[in-house]
C-alpha cells in the first residue's frame, strides 16, 4: 500500500502524510491575544483613572467633626479663624470677618451673601447671588462671605 502523490506531484518524505495547517489556530491565537490585551488595558486604565480621581480630591486641611456643627472660616478649605453659627437664630447675622469656606453639619442650610445685611449680588453690585451651603456639607466660596441666614425647613 502506497502513499499517494502530494497535490504538486511531489514525493512525501518518509513515507508520512502532511500536517494539517496550522495558519488558523495561529490566527486564532493572536486574535485572542489581542483581546486579552485590550482588555488588560482598558482594565488598568480604569483602575489609574479611578485611583487618579481619589488622588486628585483637596485635601481638608482641618478634619471635619464627628457631632453637629456649623462655622465659618476665615481661609479656604476650613483653615484660618472660626466663626460658629447658631442654627437656631434664622435671623440675617453679619461676620465679623469675611470668610472664605464654611462647614455645615446640622440640619439646617445656610444662605450665604456676599454683601452685608444679606444683599443678595456679587460684592458691592446688585443681582441675586448668595450661595446655599446645604445640611452636612462644606465648601469654599467664589467670593468672601460676609453675612448668612440659617433656614429650617
Known amino acids: 500500500m502506497g502513499v499517494p502523490p502530494r497535490a504538486d506531484g511531489s514525493a512525501h518524505r518518509d513515507g508520512a502524510e502532511d500536517p494539517p495547517k496550522r495558519s488558523a489556530p495561529m ?73 472664605l469656606s464654611a462647614v455645615n453639619l446640622t440640619d439646617a442650610d445656610i444662605q450665604v451673601y456676599f454683601n452685608r445685611d444679606c444683599r443678595t449680588g456679587a460684592p458691592g453690585r446688585p443681582g441675586d447671588l448668595y450661595d446655599a451651603l446645604g445640611s452636612l456639607h462644606w465648601g469654599n ?10 433656614v429650617r425647613h
Open 27 to 99: 490566527t486564532t491565537f493572536r486574535k485572542n491575544r489581542k483581546k486579552t490585551l485590550t482588555a488588560g488595558a482598558a482594565a488598568l486604565s480604569g483602575a489609574a483613572l479611578l485611583l487618579g480621581a481619589g488622588l486628585a480630591q483637596p485635601a481638608s486641611a482641618a478634619d471635619l467633626p464627628h457631632a453637629p456643627v456649623a462655622y465659618f472660616a476665615s481661609g479656604t478649605d476650613l483653615t484660618g479663624r472660626q466663626a460658629p453659627v447658631d442654627i437656631t437664630d434664622p435671623a440675617c447675622r453679619n461676620l465679623a470677618e469675611p470668610a
Open 141 to 150: 466660596f467664589p467670593y468672601p462671605a460676609l453675612s448668612y441666614r440659617v
